[in-house]
C-alpha cells in the first residue's frame, strides 16, 4: 500500500515537472490596471484612459505554448474588454474580448481575468480595449517568441524593437465618438499621429523633447515588429536612407521581400529586418496617413521618431521621402507582393475544396434618421455602413456567445445572406450618392458555418458615398489571401490568378480601394467571431457581421462553458 503511495505521488511529480518544461510552454501572468491618467501631448494637458499608466500600455512578450493569465481591473469611468488581436483563442473562446459579442463589457469597478494559450502562432500581435474609442489609448504589443528550441527562419537579429503607430485627439476619444453618434454625422479627425504615443518633433505648433529615440551600432541588423493601433488611418512608413526586408505579417512568417516602404492597415502587425549600414548620423522614422478615400485631406503632419547612431555631431535628422498620401499603386504594390513561407511550422496547405462561398458586398450607406428629424449625415440622415446591406448592431442585454450557447433566442439571427441583395455596378462612382442604394436596415444577423468547413469569400468593395481601402478583420482565425484586384469582381478573370500555393496569411486584410479580394477559412473553432472593419469610424455605424461555428461533436470541438468571473449584463 505504501509503495502504491509512493508510485502515485511519483506520477503526479512527474506530470507536474512536465507540464512545466519548455514543452508544455510556462504561464505569464499579469495585472492590467485601467484608470485615467493625464499627460501631455501637443503642449496641452489631457486626460486619457490607459493601462498601468503607460500610453503605449504594458507589452507582453511570451513564447509560442505559454498560457497568458491577465487580471483586468477597472478604475476608469468607462465600461471596457480587451481584445487579443490574431490570437486563436482555441478552448478560450470566452476571452476574446469584443464587447456584446464575446463577454458583456467589464464594468467601471469590475474585474476579469483573461486566459488563454498562445499554441500555434509566432510573431507580433497586439491586445486592444474593445469597447468604444477606448483603443486610441488602452493598446499594447503581444509579442511572441519562438520555444527556446526554435528559431526564427532568418539569422537572429542584434535588436529588436517596437513601433506603434497611432493617433491623439486633444479630447477624450470616446466624447469624440459620441458626439458623432448623437447627431449621426461624421466623427473629428485625429489632431496628430504617433509613433509609441509621441507626435514627434515636425509639429511646428508645439515642438516636442519626447520624441521617441532608437539608438543603433552600426553594421547590426534591428527586427522591428511594426504595429498600426490607430483608430481611422492607414499608414505609409519609412526610415531615411533604409531598407526593409519584410518577414512576417500578423504573427504568420513571409517569404523575404524587400521595400522601402511599408504600408499598414490599423490592426496589422508586420515585422521586417534593418541593417543599419548608413554613416554614422540621424535619420527620421516618418509616417503619414495612406488616404484611399476621394476626400479633402485635412491632418497632412507627419509623425516621426529617431533612429539614431552613436558619436554623431548630426543635430537635425535626415527626413525620408514619403508616397503622397493617396498613392495606391504603391500601397498595392507593397500589399499584393506578399506571400506566405510555407517551411514555417506552423503552414497549413490551402483546403482545395470549398464548402461555404460567400459574396459580401460592403461600403458606407445611411440608416433612417427617424420622422421629423433632422441628422448630420448625407441627405439629414444617419451615417451607417453594412455588409450584404445589412448594418451590424450590437446586443446590450447578453453577449451573443453567450445567447448561443445558453440558447436564448431574440438576440441575433443566423440569415446573414451569402449574396448580396441587389446587383448593382458596385465601384462605379456615379452610383455613390444614389439614395434607393445608400439607405440600409439594422440588424444583429450571423452566418452560421459547420464545424471544420472551408469558408471563401469574395469581398467586394462598394463605391457608395465614397471609394476606400477597408482593412477587414477576422476573429478566431487566419485566413489565405488568394486574390485582389479592382472594380468588379468577375469570377471568369480571377480564378485564374488565385495563389493557391503561398498566399499571404492575414487576419486583417486592407480590401483595395474600389476593388475586392478573395480569402478562405477553415472553420474549425467553434464559437461566435466577429467579422469586422477595422476602421473605428465605421464599426458602431454598422460595418460588421459575425460567424457562429456550430460545436464539432469530440470535447476539443465543443464551446465550453463560461468561467466562474465572467462579466454580466
Same mark, same amino acid.
Given at each position: 500500500?505504501?509503495r502504491?503511495s ?7 511529480l512527474a ?10 510552454g ?6 492590467f490596471r485601467v484608470?485615467n491618467?493625464?499627460?501631455n501631448?501637443?503642449c496641452?494637458?489631457q ?6 499608466g503607460?500610453?503605449p500600455g ?5 513564447r ?7 487580471h483586468?481591473i477597472?478604475d ?8 487579443w ?5 482555441r478552448s478560450?473562446?470566452?476571452?476574446d474580448?469584443?464587447?456584446?459579442v ?20 509566432v510573431g ?9 474609442w ?8 503581444l509579442i511572441?517568441?519562438?520555444?527556446l ?5 532568418f539569422?537572429?537579429?542584434d535588436?529588436?524593437?517596437t ?9 477624450d476619444?470616446?466624447d469624440?465618438?459620441n ?6 454625422s461624421a ?7 504617433t ?9 511646428n505648433?508645439c515642438?516636442?523633447n519626447?520624441t521617441y529615440?532608437?539608438?543603433v551600432k ?9 504595429i498600426?493601433?490607430?483608430?481611422n ?11 526593409f ?10 517569404n523575404?521581400?524587400?521595400?522601402d516602404v511599408i ?7 508586420t515585422?521586417?529586418?534593418i541593417?543599419?549600414n548608413q554613416? $554614422?548620423?540621424?535619420?527620421y522614422m516618418a509616417?503619414?496617413p495612406?488616404v ?5 485631406i485635412l491632418?497632412?503632419?507627419?509623425t =516621426?521618431a529617431?533612429?539614431?547612431?552613436p558619436?554623431?555631431t548630426q543635430?537635425? !535628422? ?9 498613392d ?10 506578399l506571400?506566405?513561407?510555407?517551411t514555417s !511550422?506552423?503552414?497549413?496547405?490551402? !483546403?482545395? =475544396?470549398?464548402?461555404?462561398?460567400m459574396?459580401i ?9 427617424g ?13 451607417a ?9 450590437l446586443?446590450?442585454g ?5 445567447a448561443?450557447y445558453r440558447?436564448i433566442?431574440?438576440?441575433?439571427t ?9 446587383i ?16 440600409t436596415?439594422?440588424s444583429?444577423?450571423?452566418?452560421r ?17 465614397g ?10 482565425f487566419n ?8 472594380g468588379?469582381?468577375d ?15 492575414r487576419?486583417?486584410l486592407?480590401v483595395?480601394?474600389?476593388g ?6 477553415r ?12 476602421l473605428?469610424?465605421h464599426?458602431p455605424?454598422g ?8 460545436n464539432g461533436? =469530440?470535447?476539443?470541438?465543443t464551446?465550453?462553458?463560461p468561467p466562474?468571473?465572467?462579466? $454580466?449584463?
Amino acid at each position: 500500500m505504501v509503495r502504491s503511495s509512493f508510485i502515485a505521488v511519483g506520477l503526479v511529480l512527474a506530470f507536474f515537472a512536465l507540464s512545466c518544461s519548455p514543452a508544455f510552454g510556462s504561464i505569464v501572468e499579469t495585472t492590467f490596471r485601467v484608470a485615467n491618467l493625464t499627460v501631455n501631448r501637443l503642449c496641452q494637458n489631457q486626460v486619457i484612459t490607459a493601462v498601468n499608466g503607460t500610453l503605449p500600455g504594458p507589452a507582453l512578450t511570451v513564447r509560442e505554448g505559454d498560457t497568458v493569465i491577465v487580471h483586468v481591473i477597472n478604475d476608469s469611468p468607462y465600461n471596457v474588454t480587451i481584445h487579443w488581436h490574431g490570437v486563436f483563442q482555441r478552448s478560450t473562446q470566452w476571452a476574446d474580448g469584443p464587447e456584446f459579442v464575446t463577454q458583456c463589457p467589464i464594468r467601471p469597478g469590475g474585474n476579469y481575468t483573461y486566459r488563454f494559450n498562445l499554441r500555434g502562432q509566432v510573431g507580433t500581435l497586439w491586445w486592444h480595449a474593445h469597447s468604444q474609442w477606448l483603443r486610441a489609448t488602452v493598446h499594447g504589443a503581444l509579442i511572441i517568441r519562438p520555444r527556446l528550441w526554435q528559431k526564427y527562419p532568418f539569422a537572429k537579429p542584434d535588436l529588436e524593437d517596437t513601433i506603434m503607430l497611432g493617433e491623439w485627439w486633444n479630447a477624450d476619444p470616446n466624447d469624440v465618438e459620441n458626439a458623432a453618434l448623437a447627431d449621426g454625422s461624421a466623427p473629428a479627425n485625429a489632431d496628430a499621429y504617433t509613433i509609441n504615443g509621441w507626435p514627434g518633433d515636425l509639429f511646428n505648433s508645439c515642438i516636442s523633447n519626447n520624441t521617441y529615440r532608437l539608438n543603433v551600432k552600426p553594421g547590426k541588423t534591428t527586427l522591428l515588429r511594426i504595429i498600426n493601433v490607430a483608430l481611422n488611418n492607414q499608414f505609409f512608413f519609412k526610415i531615411a536612407n533604409h531598407s526593409f526586408t519584410v518577414v512576417a505579417i500578423d504573427a504568420a512568417y513571409t517569404n523575404p521581400y524587400k521595400t522601402d516602404v511599408i504600408v499598414i492597415g490599423p490592426g496589422q502587425t508586420t515585422d521586417v529586418l534593418i541593417t543599419t549600414n548608413q554613416s $554614422q548620423g540621424l535619420y527620421y522614422m516618418a509616417a503619414h496617413p495612406y488616404v484611399s478615400a476621394v476626400l479633402p485631406i485635412l491632418n497632412t503632419n507627419i509623425t =516621426t521618431a529617431i533612429l539614431a547612431y552613436p558619436n554623431t555631431t548630426q543635430t537635425r !535628422p535626415i527626413l525620408p521621402d514619403l508616397p503622397a498620401f493617396n498613392d495606391t499603386p504603391t500601397a498595392h504594390r507593397f500589399l499584393t507582393n506578399l506571400t506566405a513561407l510555407t517551411t514555417s !511550422p506552423f503552414w497549413s496547405p490551402v !483546403p482545395r =475544396t470549398v464548402d461555404e462561398n460567400m459574396f459580401i458586398t460592403f461600403g458606407l450607406g445611411l440608416s433612417d434618421c427617424g420622422a421629423n428629424l433632422s441628422c448630420g449625415g448625407l441627405f439629414f440622415e444617419r451615417m451607417a455602413a453594412s455588409m450584404n446591406n445589412r448594418s451590424f448592431v450590437l446586443p446590450t442585454g447578453v453577449s451573443i456567445l453567450e445567447a448561443f450557447y445558453r440558447n436564448i433566442s431574440g438576440v441575433y439571427t443566423t440569415d446573414f445572406p451569402d449574396q448580396p441583395p441587389l446587383i448593382f455596378d458596385y465601384t462605379n462612382i456615379s452610383n455613390s450618392f444614389d439614395q434607393n442604394l445608400l439607405m440600409t436596415p439594422k440588424s444583429t444577423s450571423l452566418k452560421r458555418l459547420r464545424f471544420n468547413s472551408t469558408v471563401q469569400i469574395v469581398l467586394q468593395n462598394t463605391a457608395l458615398i465614397g471609394i476606400e481601402n477597408h482593412p477587414m478583420h477576422l476573429h478566431g482565425f487566419n485566413f489565405y489571401v488568394l486574390a485582389q484586384g479592382f472594380g468588379n469582381y468577375d469570377a471568369a478573370t480571377a480564378t485564374s490568378s488565385f495563389n493557391l500555393v503561398n498566399p499571404q496569411e492575414r487576419n486583417t486584410l486592407g480590401v483595395p480601394v474600389g476593388g475586392w479580394a478573395v480569402i478562405r477559412f477553415r472553420a474549425n473553432n467553434p464559437g461566435v467571431w466577429f467579422f469586422h472593419c477595422h476602421l473605428e469610424v465605421h464599426l458602431p455605424w454598422g460595418l460588421g457581421m459575425a460567424f457562429l461555428v456550430e460545436n464539432g461533436g =469530440t470535447p476539443e470541438s465543443t464551446l465550453p462553458p463560461p468561467p466562474a468571473d465572467f462579466p $454580466q449584463c
